[in-house]
T-cell receptor, first 112, second 115 residues
Framework: EAQVTQNPRYLITVTGKKLTVTCSQN?????MSWYRQDPGLGLRQIYY???????DKGDVPEGYKVSRKEKRNFPLILESPSPNQTSLYFC???????????FGPGTRLLVL | AQSVSQHNHHVILSEAASLELGCNYS??????LFWYVQYPGQHLQLLLK??????LVKGIKGFEAEFIKSKFSFNLRKPSVQWSDTAEYFC?????????????FGQGTTLQVKP
């Protein structure tokens, strides 16, 4: 089944404890992206990747890192999480940029 | 800055009522337009999209949307809603000038359908 998977789905952590949210797609998509969803703000792009080893900042990249070593994986790294990073995170992928993006199930993160 | 505006934040309808959700975007060039739906506790699913061609687009589950270029609008419609349509609906745009592939989302509209 074609899909985007994320792990974990739910995470509670404390300020400053490094964490990684994994994202994987099995559709051989070139483009991958991370968004965060906050009430009243819709979804905002954090980082995106046009292809392997090609990543760039979106609208709200502060406090996040990403890497794209393989085509299928695009992990989101929070080196030192803070409470303002409490949010719902979605990974998405598309065949190429500008084309339809398909979303993962989301990761709900609470930073205490 | 490019933006997407959804006029209705919360809509309550009875089953069988007709639905229209407004979406306007601020960009004068080429756009790709999308409506996504997020059912409670689930991820975003694509309802329909418009890239080019017939401005009246049909999607899944009986939804349709009309692209009106002169009004910068892409309103979502359904003739008769069901209780199972209760969800949050997001309009989103990618623009021709973007080299990031970023989807610009509206704030979302929560639809509650009463049985």
């Amino acid at each position: 089944e074609a899909q985007v998977t994320q792990n974990p789905r739910y995470l509670i952590t404390v300020t400053g404890k490094k964490l990684t949210v994994t994202c994987s797609q099995n559709m051989n998509h070139e483009y991958m992206s991370w968004y965060r969803q906050d009430p009243g703000l819709g979804l905002r792009q954090i980082y995106y990747s046009m292809n392997v080893e090609v990543t760039d900042k979106g609208d709200v990249p502060e406090g996040y890192k990403v890497s794209r070593k393989e085509k299928r994986n695009f992990p989101l790294i929070l080196e030192s999480p803070s409470p303002n990073q409490t949010s719902l995170y979605f990974c998405a992928s598309g065949k190429r940029y500008q084309e339809t993006q398909y979303f993962g199930p989301g990761t709900r993160l609470l930073v205490l | 800055a490019q933006s997407v505006s959804q006029h209705n934040h919360h809509v309550i309808l009875s089953e069988a009522a007709s639905l229209e959700l407004g979406c306007n975007y601020s960009y004068g060039g080429t756009v790709n337009l999308f409506w996504y739906v997020q059912y409670p506790g689930q991820h975003l699913q694509l309802l329909l999209k418009y890239f080019s061609g017939d401005p009246l687009v049909k999607g899944i589950k009986g939804f349709e949307a009309e692209f009106i270029k002169s009004k910068f609008s892409f309103n979502l419609r359904k003739p008769s809603v069901q209780w199972s349509d209760t969800a949050e609906y997001f309009c989103a745009v990618t623009t021709g000038s973007s080299n990031t592939g970023k989807l610009i989302f509206g704030q979302g509209t929560t639809l509650q359908v009463k049985p």
